[in-house]
């Protein structure tokens, strides 16, 4: 049974803050990987896809580490915005993506 | 932006009725997923569609589902005879590809009494 496991948080942060979440996925065989952001009661959106080593987009980066089936989010410098479930996601080896239960971030002012 | 429109945004039924969840996904995309997303819990993949046939389908997807591509643009899932469990939010999906990320649509809160 594929599987994908994240920190439960809830994360509680002030503005400006750095905080990573991280992700642990059991399919070896996965090439990409997905860090979608899910606010209450809406969809899944795409927040970042991971195909190598890693990948940044402005305050945010994703790390992954194969060996360990790792993947980490880091967010910096928080935004009052960025309160959200932001949700590991995996393709489960065939078109289905298996998500993570989510980790919860609220940035406070 | 092209997005993936649902419709209804909500639909209260019955237990045993036939519910119909409507869709429409980004114009070029090939390939189209259900997802569902029961209060609490995490998104759970149902099926996903490509050249008009089932590419892949979980447990959950049993015979009181189906899906079909009734024309050019809509995708739909119906629900034969819903229950209790089926309350949920549901969510259409496409894709370009089955590499391609997967973009979704704001979904359907389906409520079963």
């Known amino acids: 049974r594929k599987e994908v496991e994240q920190d439960p948080g809830p994360f509680n942060v002030p503005e400006g803050a750095t905080v990573a979440f991280n992700c642990t996925y059991s399919n070896s065989a996965s090439q990409s990987f997905f860090w979608y952001r899910q606010d209450c009661r809406k969809e899944p959106k795409l927040l970042m896809s991971?195909?190598?080593s890693g990948n940044e987009d402005g305050r945010f980066t994703a790390q992954l580490n194969r060996a360990s089936q790792y993947i980490s989010l880091l967010i910096r410098d928080s935004k009052l915005s960025d309160s959200a479930t932001y949700l590991c996601v995996v393709p489960g080896g065939g078109t289905a993506l298996i998500f993570g239960k989510g980790t919860t971030l609220s940035v406070s002012s | 932006e092209p997005e993936v429109t649902q419709t209804p945004s909500h639909q209260v039924t019955q237990m045993g009725q036939e519910v119909i969840l409507r869709c429409v996904p980004i114009?070029?995309?090939?390939?189209f997923y259900w997802y569902r997303q029961i209060l609490g819990q995490k998104v759970e993949f149902l099926v996903s569609f490509y050249n008009n046939e089932i590419s892949e389908k979980s447990e959950i997807f049993d015979d009181q589902f189906s899906v079909e591509r009734p024309d050019g643009s809509n995708f739909t899932l119906k629900i034969r005879s819903t229950k209790l469990e089926d309350s949920a939010m549901y969510f259409c999906?496409?894709?370009?590809?089955?590499?391609?990320?997967?973009?979704f649509g704001p979904g359907t809160r389906l409520t079963v009494l």
């Open positions: 999906a496409s894709s370009g590809s089955t590499y391609n990320e997967q973009f």
């Open positions: 114009s070029n995309h090939l390939y």
């Open positions: 991971v195909y190598s």
